[in-house]
């Protein structure tokens, strides 16, 4: 919900406040500040049993101050006045020995507003219940499932950005998630680690009856006797949406965000506007959407985000720039530069999808090293399966893949109609093409 501002916790607009008096006293140019506080409550389970019931307070103040355009930063965990104003005046000390960087600067004056969404107090009761459904609907529909750790949590914060310029933007949010690591086991047997994590408002909500839990459960347990092949080949990729969500990181990174743009590296540099992928690609930043209670409104250099799409009909639309990228490059400042990542269903069914792969693997997680600067990467396909003529047929192991990000967006064939949903992500599985795939 959005309304004009205002802040419940006046603890926090007040330390806001003197943060930037001290900011201004020391003789500063301009100054900004986040301001939060946050209440962690959290249920855990270890080793068969609910280790850990605790509620943690934290809050949290960063500063940045200007001077000539030389920058000093600090953070700290506490409002205490005296604290506050020691760390300005460190942040100050900081900024007397820093170089001067034409491109700093603080968020312009916009319409100050608050947002709000989900409970600020957490339902215990609906929590313990969730984490025992969970076993218990695993342990009837999923006997081989084994959980290592399951976290239950409710997180609420409000924070506040503001800034010597008169900006004021305030966020209060309230969220349950729910986190794990689990492997399958039969006898001796056992699959290799999976997790999943999800995120919700209504405590009410049980997990394990979301489709995309139950097919990762039912996965893990068919992967507790794995196979290998020899040799390699150049076949399809059919990406699942949480392996898929790893991929448009990499993307942001390589190809869209403020470092490989100030750097120069990013291969779409001068590409906006043109097709740089397939037609079938889709793909936006949330800052709010009913599905995705994940998405936060307000950006990390001050502004309130919007929905942006990056690429739409595989034309690069937006880059994912803050206010200082857009300042170096001289580029526009990005409406968003989260990662609450949309990717638009396809026209077709999975099931089909699956059915035109003639040789390749359904790829739930990959494990590599950082991609190229050129987007270039290889590594270990995790709980995955090969698919022979249109037919996923065994799980696998030690499976190498290799490739490059932009030419994988150029090669999807296929996206699926059907859509899984973590809380923080809404993706489809993607069908790419020409992709090097060896065994042992």
């Known amino acids: 919900m959005k309304k004009d501002f205002a802040i419940k916790n006046q603890a926090i607009l007040e330390a806001a406040e003197l943060v930037l008096e001290e900011i201004k006293a020391v003789g500063a140019d301009e100054g900004e500040t986040w301001v939060s506080h946050n209440v962690l409550t959290e249920l855990y389970y270890e080793l068969g049993k ?32 005296a604290d506050i104003k020691q760390a300005v005046a460190e942040a ?21 507003l608050s947002f709000s969404s989900g409970e600020e107090k957490p339902d215990l009761e609906q929590m313990y219940k969730q984490l025992t459904g969970l076993l218990e609907d695993t342990k009837k529909d999923f006997p081989k499932i ?18 010597s310029n008169g900006v004021r933007l305030s966020e209060e949010v309230g969220l349950y998630q729910l986190t794990n690591m689990f492997m399958a086991k039969d006898g001796d047997l056992t699959s290799s680690f999976n997790y999943f994590a999800t995120v919700y408002e209504d405590p009410s909500e049980r997990v394990t009856e979301s489709e995309r ?28 949406p949480g392996c898929l969500e790893n991929f448009l990181w990499y993307i942001g990174d390589i190809y869209l965000q403020d470092s490989a ?15 740089i992928a397939s037609p079938l690609v889709n793909f936006s930043l949330a800052a709010e959407h009913p599905n995705l209670p994940g998405a936060s409104q307000l950006s990390g250099d001050g502004y309130v985000a919007e929905n942006m799409p990056l690429i739409e009909g595989g034309v690069l639309k937006n880059f994912s720039l803050s206010r200082y990228g857009a300042a170096r490059t001289g580029l526009q400042r990005s409406a968003n530069s989260g990662g609450t990542f949309v990717f638009d269903s396809g ?31 290889s590594g270990v396909a995790k709980n995955s399966f090969l698919i022979e003529n249109g037919k996923v047929t065994k799980p696998l192991s030690e499976v190498m893949i290799a490739g490059n990000l932009a030419d994988m967006l150029r090669d999807i064939a296929a996206v699926s109609q059907e859509r899984e949903n973590s809380g923080y992500w809404l993706l489809p ?12």
């Open 50 to 81: 609910i280790s850990m019931v605790r509620t943690v307070f934290s809050d949290k103040v960063s500063i940045k101050l200007l001077k000539d355009k030389r920058k000093g930063t600090v953070s700290l965990n506490s409002f205490n006045p």
């Open 92 to 112: 100050w000390q900081a900024a007397q020995s820093a170089a001067a960087d034409e491109a700093e600067g603080i968020a312009e004056l916009q319409e100050n």
């Open 261 to 275: 743009l100030i750097s120069g590296t990013s291969p779409w540099k001068d590409k906006l506007g043109e097709q």
């Open 213 to 240: 839990v139950r097919r990762i459960l039912d996965d893990t347990e068919r992967q507790i006797v794995t196979d290998q092949f020899e040799g390699s080949f150049v076949g399809d990729l059919v990406i699942m």
């Open 429 to 440: 599985w993607v069908r790419v093409k020409n992709v090097t795939i060896s065994g042992k």
């Open 347 to 377: 026209e077709t069914p999975l099931e089909e999808l699956i059915g035109g792969v003639e040789k390749g693997i359904l790829l739930g997680r990959f494990s590599g090293g950082e991609p190229s600067p050129a987007g270039d990467l």
């Open 146 to 163: 084994s959980f290592d750790t399951i976290g239950v949590e409710h997180d609420y914060s409000e924070r506040l950005y503001a800034n």
